[in-house]
């Protein structure tokens, strides 16, 4: 009995020393030669410890892992790669990342953030290159954490920033302010509706934007503006959006003509709506001119500027006539239901009338009978 006590125990020991010795915790692989460290969908609940010093590529995937925080990864300072991509990270919280002076790239794609700490990606020596954040927000709220961390954490080396698959509903103000070095952004598969003037404003080294499925059914002035402001050359990328082809995209349809030359999928790019221009390329829409005037081009069906005016002019016709006729109804009703009265009152006046006119009949015949005349002016003597 003691002996397979003493035996447990020498083999546990042993095995620690091994396991020491090999530098690898418990359900993960680990590859000195490679430097790399695996952690695979091994149900873990946290990083694990005893992660070894030469690790410069770590994957802790598809694990149960809900915080972490900066004693996660402590005297890890050789990891260039890390990868938590598909556990169930709920807080990001501050400095999580700042032992961590050579990390490069940081994959937390795929987990529930949704209290992100405003410096939670900061990493001494501005060594980030490139953060992956597709599919990260637990929902919609917190793209305001989101946004200040950008702005907060020292991201000033970043090249390269996914946020695809984040519900994102807008871009608050400033978003990328600081990340002028960032040369890729991802905002795929999103629902971004508009672009805003200042929505991209920072990215001063940006090489493409990917703003394929989202929300977007035409793109306003102000966007085309904002877009204009990225550096030339800038790379878009605009499709699988619900474009909705009537009367107002003509600006739009217009500027996508005239930058062919980068919009990547320009020829793609389709009417969603109405159904009946569904899959009407937007390049034909755009060819068609302001109003459809050149003919061989999908017609938007708006009405051309001085039709446009004419067309007002005679609404506006239109509607005085149907008030004129109304108020002319309503006083001839008004007339209709004061018959009585009104004959009345014509018949007084028609009275009065003959009364005034017999009295001056009299009198005109008075006057000019020359006898009574004479009979007055020598009654006068
Ligand atoms: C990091 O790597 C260097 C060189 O490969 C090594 O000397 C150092 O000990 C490593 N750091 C840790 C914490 O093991
Ligand atoms: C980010 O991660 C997602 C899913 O893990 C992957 O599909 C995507 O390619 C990654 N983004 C970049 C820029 O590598
Ligand atoms: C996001 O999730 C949080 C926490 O569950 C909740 O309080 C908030 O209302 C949600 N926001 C939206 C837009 O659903
Ligand atoms: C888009 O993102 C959602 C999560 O927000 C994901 O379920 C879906 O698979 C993504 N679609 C594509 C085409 O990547
Ligand atoms: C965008 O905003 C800036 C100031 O924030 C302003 O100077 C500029 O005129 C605006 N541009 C447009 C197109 O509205
Ligand atoms: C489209 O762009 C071409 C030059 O790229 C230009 O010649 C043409 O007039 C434009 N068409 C319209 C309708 O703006």
Known sequence: MLDLAISIVYCALLY?????????????ECSEAAHTVKCVSKD????????????????????????????SFKG??????????NNRITEVESQTFSGLRSLRTLDLSSNQLSVIHPEAFT??????????LSRVLYN??????????????????????DLSGNR???????????????????????????????????????????????????IQEEGLAELDTLPPGTRLLLGENPWTCMCGMEPFAAWLNASRGRVEDAEVLACAFPPDMRNTPLLRVAAAGPAGAGGHGAVLGCPRVGEGADLALQTSYVFLGIVL???????????????????????????????VWEGYHYRYELDSDPRLSQVSTTADI
Not at 123 to 132: D, F, H, I, Q, S
Not at 177 to 184: H, I, T
Not at 326 to 349: A, E, P, S
């Open 16 to 28: 620690s020393i091994s396991a020491r010795a090999t530098g690898c915790p418990l359900r993960c």
């Open 44 to 71: 873990l609940r946290s990083v694990p410890s005893g992660i070894p010093g030469y690790t410069r590529n770590l994957f802790i995937t598809g694990n149960q892992i809900s915080r972490i925080g900066p004693e």
């Open 76 to 85: 890890l300072d050789n990891i260039t790669t890390l990868s938590l991509s």
């Open 123 to 132: 990493v001494p020596g501005y060594t980030l290159r490139e953060l992956n």
């Open 140 to 161: 919609h709220s917190a793209v305001t954490d989101l946004a200040s961390s950008l702005r907060w954490s020292t991201l000033g080396q970043l090249r390269t920033l």
């Open 168 to 218: 994102l509903i807008y871009l608050p103000l400033n978003t990328f302010s600081y990340l002028g070095s960032v040369r890729r952004l991802v905002l795929a598969n999103n629902s971004l509706v508009a672009i805003h003037n200042g929505t991209f404003s920072g990215l001063s080294s940006l090489e493409q934007l990917d703003l394929t499925l989202n929300a977007l059914r035409t």
């Open 325 to 355: 006729g109304f108020v002319g109804l309503v006083f001839l009703f008004v007339l209709y239901l004061n018959r009585r009265g009104i004959k009345q009152r014509i018949n007084g006046m028609r009275e009065a009338c003959t009364e």
